[in-house]
């Protein structure tokens, strides 16, 4: 334990070899002594269940004694009989001492996380914590890493927990669909459940108020798999479904995108930006080939570069089998059902791609396209873990690297320890090969896995991908006909899952995704043992270090022997290094071919790879998934707030799709300036962030150093148009026009060029070229980066010569003439100047989260302002009509109520036709 832990400083006072003697000894001691709790005549060692449950209701009452940290050594003495008189084992020492140094943690307030090997009993370690911290009197959930896992171990413990009078349940809904109201689980001492379970349900308590969890705290959460859902998923997301209505008159605009991408002339003569001007034409056209509903005419519009660029993705990089596979479901529906094949190799059902990406690989396989829909509630891996504060405990097979285990220390106010094996690795590990192209890589893994197989071993290859997989077990139906050979690639098949659970046997080989590479433990027979045990290859070389020993941790599991050995394609493998850490080659000039194929080259750039994932997941991922928690808990507050001023559905639907517009604004604004970020740095530039106000004439009096506010140059762009109306002849021509928006960005920078007399250079977000407005003789060059209508930055441009070569050479010319701005004399100037305002004002609309509550509050008073969608009028309309049509139905044979029906089916109706007036209101379309 020492040995694995010497340079951690943060564990050195719980590995002191004198503490662990103390501890040990006090264990035996215990275990050969009555209780100090209570009297009973033999020592524990000789204890029966009555006697564990008669200690255990003295425990009950308290809970204090049971968190005094001298008295562990008898309750884990105690537990440990529980076990014995449960299934006739012992624990061994090595389970022991994992229990004390993940409690040990405890002392300095802070959770702990401990690598146990894959065959260790980390499962019965688990239970044994759950049951010390519930004895303490304190709410326990543990976290697995699937809900049939869940299930599993609350039905294997849940007599060892009835020996201490505590409660366990899972929370998964297997045989039953929730509807409303505390669920029976959240009753219980103890709950299982994967971590989707538990975010749905705390989303269901907080965002829909149906007291699901019936207030249970936060107290203590153990985790399995710890690295998997705490590093490789920090980004994930739980939420529950909230159907926006109207969002399918967008369909329509997704096609359109679709089709302009793959028309044969677009590469030649259409570009992103041609796109994004076509279609909102078609929109905005006097008379529109598209309809779309004026409340979403803006969020369209902002969209549209992305939907774009996802369209790209779904033609050119998502490929079937590889990042997704189609499913048909239980309604016989053919469905695009993402796979996550650089983690787990999990099929992931009832997941769906944003941003259109989902639709686009439905138009791209022609099946029934769905409706983008917005998120309005969700809860992260991160937020869920950070309720229980420092009282998180995890376990897992890998922590990784020491990059990866300061990641979860810094994040997650946790420590990290390894404790070492109960028996010693019988594994040889044979020597890397590396070939030159897929063909060679095929050959060379059927050879390989065929020779191994015909030594009456069993063999698990694995691969990245569900495709490769394929194609290598049918090289192997053909080449090893007279062999067993299995494919296992889909969770959600029964057949193929059974391939993991039946014994592996002399000679069978089973092909598989990073699905068999986590969590499975392969059984093999005793002749597999014999002949050397379970062969694994790995076909690919991770750049997380933990998911390639995760994979060769299927063999030598508790004592088996076994060996492991990985066969690469560098030809495929260089090309996915140099798409997620190019640096490497910048940093290493002399690298030769032959470098290359050697392993510690290749071992290099992945660690250096994932140290920089790291990084990003540190400084950019995880700050925006906590603010966007943060954000979403004070939005569940507002919810609440709002529901008890008035609880209309139909206003608190509008509310929720207002969040979710407002949340879809952060996010543009996140992947803008990422996107920027990646432009800017390709032409040899650095993005300037000024986090406090990102407007475009923020930016440019920062960089003229101008002593004006952003207002004052917004006015005298504006008065320079009046002055020279000319110039702006077709834009001021259709002020009132709603096509005019096709034409802000670029009459906005020209009007700046021309009345700062400057150069204005622009790199935006879909194109690696910038936009230049070049005034003749200008006295300076003004350096953006931005999406109109949303953000801008500055660049510096120190370190680029293209750019200003660019800027430069660039031919098309403003002209000099110089503006004399003057003093508008006459109304219609005032009225133009007005309007121009207005238009301009438009563009500058991102408000803060504070100022958008505010909003809300405001709006909420009155029903007409705060429904902007006319969708949810024309609901309530309908609600109001049937109800109207059922209670005449109801009552209609009581000829003395026909007076009251009449006037209650009048005044429904007049509601209704109220409803459906507003909604024309909103959006004349109706």
Same mark, same amino acid.
């Given at each position: 334990i020492f040995d694995e832990n010497q340079n951690n400083i943060s564990v050195l006072d719980s590995i002191k070899k004198e503490k662990i003697q103390t501890f040990f000894q006090s264990i035996q001691l215990a275990y050969s002594q009555k209780s100090s709790l209570i009297q009973p005549t033999s020592p524990i060692e000789s204890w029966n269940q009555d006697n564990i449950k008669e200690w255990s209701t003295d425990i009950k009452s308290n809970h204090i004694w049971a968190k005094e940290q001298e008295n562990l050594s008898e309750i884990t003495a105690i537990i440990q009989r529980a076990i014995y008189l449960y299934s006739n084992y012992k624990l061994r020492h090595v389970q022991s001492l994992s229990i004390l140094l993940l409690l040990d943690s405890n002392e300095r307030d802070r959770g702990r996380l401990a690598q146990i090997a894959t065959g260790e009993g980390k499962s019965t370690i688990i239970s044994i914590i759950a049951i010390i911290k519930a004895l303490q009197g304190l709410h326990v959930d543990i976290v697995t890493s699937s809900t049939t896992l869940a299930q599993r171990d609350t039905e294997k413990y849940v007599k060892l927990y009835d020996m201490f009078h505590l409660t366990v349940s899972h929370n998964g809904e297997n045989n039953y669909i929730y509807i409303s109201g505390p669920k029976k689980c959240y009753e219980s001492s103890i709950i299982y459940g994967d971590v989707s379970s538990f975010q749905f349900d705390i989303l269901r308590d907080e965002f829909n108020l149906l007291n699901t969890r019936a207030k249970r705290s936060f107290d203590v959460v153990i985790i399995d798999e710890v690295d998997s859902m705490l590093i490789d998923e920090n980004n994930k997301i739980a939420r529950l479904a909230d159907y926006i209505l109207g969002m399918e008159f967008l369909n329509p605009i997704l096609n359109a995108i679709w089709q302009a991408i793959n028309n044969p002339t677009f590469e030649k003569i259409l570009n992103k930006y041609a796109i994004i001007y076509n279609i909102k034409s078609l929109i905005l056209d006097n008379n529109p080939q598209i309809t779309v509903p004026k409340h979403l005419q803006t969020f369209v519009f902002s969209q549209l570069p992305l939907w774009?660029?996802?369209?790209?993705?779904?033609?050119?990089?998502?490929?079937?089998?590889?990042?997704?596979?189609?499913?048909?479901?239980?309604?016989?529906?053919?469905?695009?059902?993402?796979?996550?094949?650089?983690?787990?190799?999990?099929?992931?059902?009832?997941?769906?791609?944003?941003?259109?990406?989902?639709?686009?690989?439905?138009?791209?396989? !022609?099946?029934?396209?769905?409706?983008?829909?917005?998120?309005?509630?969700?809860?992260?891996?991160?937020?869920?873990?950070?309720?229980?504060?420092?009282?998180?405990?995890?376990?897992?097979? #890998? $922590?990784?690297?020491?990059?990866?285990?300061?990641?979860?220390?810094?994040?997650?106010?946790?420590?990290?320890?390894?404790?070492?094996?109960?028996?010693?690795?019988?594994?040889?590990?044979?020597?890397?090969?590396?070939?030159?192209?897929?063909?060679?890589?095929?050959?060379?893994?059927?050879?390989? =896995?065929?020779?191994?197989?015909?030594?009456? !071993?069993?063999?698990?290859?694995?691969?990245?991908?569900?495709?490769?997989?394929?194609?290598?077990?049918?090289?192997?139906?053909?080449?090893?006909?007279?062999?067993?050979?299995?494919?296992?690639?889909?969770?959600?098949?029964?057949?193929?899952?059974?391939?993991?659970?039946?014994?592996?046997?002399?000679?069978?080989? %089973?092909?598989?995704?990073?699905?068999?590479?986590?969590?499975?433990?392969?059984?093999?027979?005793?002749?597999?043992?014999?002949?050397?045990?379970?062969?694994?290859?790995?076909?690919?070389?991770?750049?997380?270090?933990?998911?390639?020993?995760?994979?060769?941790?299927?063999?030598?599991?508790?004592?088996?022997?076994?060996?492991?050995?990985?066969?690469?394609?560098?030809?495929?493998?260089?090309?996915?290094?140099?798409?997620?850490?190019?640096?490497?080659?910048?940093?290493?000039?002399?690298?030769?071919?032959?470098?290359?194929?050697?392993?510690?080259? $290749?071992?290099?750039?992945?660690?250096?790879?994932?140290?920089?994932?790291?990084?990003? *997941?540190? #400084?950019?991922? *995880?700050?925006? *998934?906590?603010?966007?928690?943060?954000?979403?808990?004070?939005?569940?507050?507002? $919810?609440?707030? $709002?529901?008890? %001023?008035?609880?209309?559905?139909?206003?608190?639907?509008?509310?929720?799709?207002?969040?979710?517009?407002?949340?879809?604004?952060?996010?543009? !604004?996140?992947?803008?300036?990422?996107?920027?970020? !990646?432009?800017?740095?390709?032409?040899?530039?650095?993005?300037?962030?000024?986090?406090?106000?990102?407007?475009?004439?923020? %930016?440019?009096?920062?960089?003229?150093?101008?002593?004006?506010?952003?207002?004052?140059?917004?006015?005298?762009?504006?008065?320079?148009?009046?002055?020279?109306? #000319? =110039?702006?002849?077709?834009?001021?021509?259709?002020?009132d026009n709603d096509t005019n928006i096709l034409y802000i960005e670029e009459t906005i920078m020209k009007a700046l060029m021309r009345t700062l007399n400057t150069n204005i250079v622009v790199f935006t977000n879909y194109d690696q070229l910038p936009i230049v407005y070049k005034r003749r003789n200008a006295i300076q060059t003004i350096f953006l980066a931005g999406e109109f209508d949303v953000v801008y930055y500055s660049f510096d441009t120190n370190n680029s010569e293209n750019v200003l070569k660019y800027v430069s050479e660039y031919q098309d010319e403003d002209d000099d003439t110089l503006v004399e701005l003057i003093t508008m004399k006459n109304y219609n100037d005032k009225h133009l100047y007005s309007k121009l305002n207005d238009a301009f004002n438009k563009q500058d609309n991102f408000i803060d989260y504070t100022e958008f509550e505010q909003q809300i509050r405001d709006q909420y008073q009155k029903q007409d302002e705060i429904v902007k969608n006319p969708f949810y009028h024309i609901a309530k309309a309908d609600m109001l009509i049937i109800k109207s049509h059922q209670f005449f139905i109801r009552t209609k044979q009581f000829v003395r109520q026909i007076v009251s029906v009449g006037t209650k089916q009048s005044v429904e109706r007049e509601n209704a036709l109220q409803c459906l007036n507003a909604a024309i209101q909103l959006d004349p379309i109706y």
């Amino acid at each position: 334990i020492f040995d694995e832990n010497q340079n951690n400083i943060s564990v050195l006072d719980s590995i002191k070899k004198e503490k662990i003697q103390t501890f040990f000894q006090s264990i035996q001691l215990a275990y050969s002594q009555k209780s100090s709790l209570i009297q009973p005549t033999s020592p524990i060692e000789s204890w029966n269940q009555d006697n564990i449950k008669e200690w255990s209701t003295d425990i009950k009452s308290n809970h204090i004694w049971a968190k005094e940290q001298e008295n562990l050594s008898e309750i884990t003495a105690i537990i440990q009989r529980a076990i014995y008189l449960y299934s006739n084992y012992k624990l061994r020492h090595v389970q022991s001492l994992s229990i004390l140094l993940l409690l040990d943690s405890n002392e300095r307030d802070r959770g702990r996380l401990a690598q146990i090997a894959t065959g260790e009993g980390k499962s019965t370690i688990i239970s044994i914590i759950a049951i010390i911290k519930a004895l303490q009197g304190l709410h326990v959930d543990i976290v697995t890493s699937s809900t049939t896992l869940a299930q599993r171990d609350t039905e294997k413990y849940v007599k060892l927990y009835d020996m201490f009078h505590l409660t366990v349940s899972h929370n998964g809904e297997n045989n039953y669909i929730y509807i409303s109201g505390p669920k029976k689980c959240y009753e219980s001492s103890i709950i299982y459940g994967d971590v989707s379970s538990f975010q749905f349900d705390i989303l269901r308590d907080e965002f829909n108020l149906l007291n699901t969890r019936a207030k249970r705290s936060f107290d203590v959460v153990i985790i399995d798999e710890v690295d998997s859902m705490l590093i490789d998923e920090n980004n994930k997301i739980a939420r529950l479904a909230d159907y926006i209505l109207g969002m399918e008159f967008l369909n329509p605009i997704l096609n359109a995108i679709w089709q302009a991408i793959n028309n044969p002339t677009f590469e030649k003569i259409l570009n992103k930006y041609a796109i994004i001007y076509n279609i909102k034409s078609l929109i905005l056209d006097n008379n529109p080939q598209i309809t779309v509903p004026k409340h979403l005419q803006t969020f369209v519009f902002s969209q549209l570069p992305l939907w774009i660029e996802n369209a790209l993705l779904a033609r050119d990089e998502y490929k079937l089998d590889h990042h997704y596979m189609i499913k048909t479901d239980e309604q016989n529906i053919n469905r695009i059902t993402p796979i996550d094949y650089s983690n787990t190799g999990i099929i992931q059902s009832s997941t769906m791609w944003s941003d259109g990406l989902h639709q686009f690989l439905q138009l791209k396989h !022609r099946l029934k396209l769905t409706s983008i829909n917005l998120t309005t509630n969700f809860l992260s891996n991160i937020g869920f873990f950070d309720r229980y504060k420092n009282k998180i405990y995890g376990l897992t097979g #890998t $922590l990784g690297s020491n990059d990866a285990k300061q990641l979860l220390c810094n994040v997650y106010s946790v420590d990290t320890i390894i404790i070492p094996r109960y028996k010693s690795l019988c594994h040889i590990k044979l020597p890397t090969i590396i070939v030159d192209n897929k063909k060679q890589w095929i050959d060379t893994i059927v050879q390989s =896995c065929i020779k191994e197989a015909n030594r009456n !071993r069993s063999v698990l290859i694995i691969l990245e991908t569900r495709i490769d997989a394929k194609i290598i077990f049918k090289e192997l139906r053909k080449q090893y006909s007279h062999g067993i050979v299995k494919l296992y690639t889909d969770n959600t098949d029964i057949g193929e899952s059974n391939v993991i659970y039946s014994q592996a046997n002399s000679g069978d080989i %089973i092909v598989a995704t990073n699905l068999a590479g986590r969590g499975t433990d392969l059984k093999t027979s005793k002749q597999v043992e014999e002949n050397g045990g379970l062969h694994v290859c790995l076909t690919f070389m991770p750049i997380n270090l933990r998911v390639e020993q995760q994979a060769l941790g299927r063999t030598s599991r508790q004592g088996n022997r076994g060996t492991s050995q990985m066969i690469l394609n560098i030809e495929n493998f260089i090309s996915y290094l140099l798409s997620v850490y190019p640096k490497y080659i910048d940093e290493h000039p002399n690298l030769s071919t032959d470098d290359l194929h050697e392993i510690k080259y $290749l071992r290099e750039w992945c660690q250096k790879a994932e140290t920089d994932q790291l990084y990003k *997941i540190r #400084t950019k991922d *995880i700050p925006e *998934i906590k603010l966007k928690d943060q954000l979403f808990q004070k939005f569940c507050h507002l $919810l609440s707030n $709002l529901r008890e %001023i008035d609880d209309d559905e139909y206003k608190l639907k509008s509310v929720k799709e207002q969040w979710g517009l407002w949340l879809k604004n952060i996010d543009r !604004r996140d992947k803008i300036k990422f996107s920027l970020d !990646r432009n800017i740095k390709m032409a040899g530039c650095q993005l300037i962030d000024n986090n406090s106000n990102n407007s475009i004439y923020h %930016i440019i009096n920062q960089q003229l150093q101008r002593h004006t506010t952003d207002q004052e140059l917004k006015e005298q762009m504006i008065k320079h148009i009046l002055q020279n109306k #000319t =110039c702006y002849k077709d834009f001021l021509t259709n002020i009132d026009n709603d096509t005019n928006i096709l034409y802000i960005e670029e009459t906005i920078m020209k009007a700046l060029m021309r009345t700062l007399n400057t150069n204005i250079v622009v790199f935006t977000n879909y194109d690696q070229l910038p936009i230049v407005y070049k005034r003749r003789n200008a006295i300076q060059t003004i350096f953006l980066a931005g999406e109109f209508d949303v953000v801008y930055y500055s660049f510096d441009t120190n370190n680029s010569e293209n750019v200003l070569k660019y800027v430069s050479e660039y031919q098309d010319e403003d002209d000099d003439t110089l503006v004399e701005l003057i003093t508008m004399k006459n109304y219609n100037d005032k009225h133009l100047y007005s309007k121009l305002n207005d238009a301009f004002n438009k563009q500058d609309n991102f408000i803060d989260y504070t100022e958008f509550e505010q909003q809300i509050r405001d709006q909420y008073q009155k029903q007409d302002e705060i429904v902007k969608n006319p969708f949810y009028h024309i609901a309530k309309a309908d609600m109001l009509i049937i109800k109207s049509h059922q209670f005449f139905i109801r009552t209609k044979q009581f000829v003395r109520q026909i007076v009251s029906v009449g006037t209650k089916q009048s005044v429904e109706r007049e509601n209704a036709l109220q409803c459906l007036n507003a909604a024309i209101q909103l959006d004349p379309i109706y």
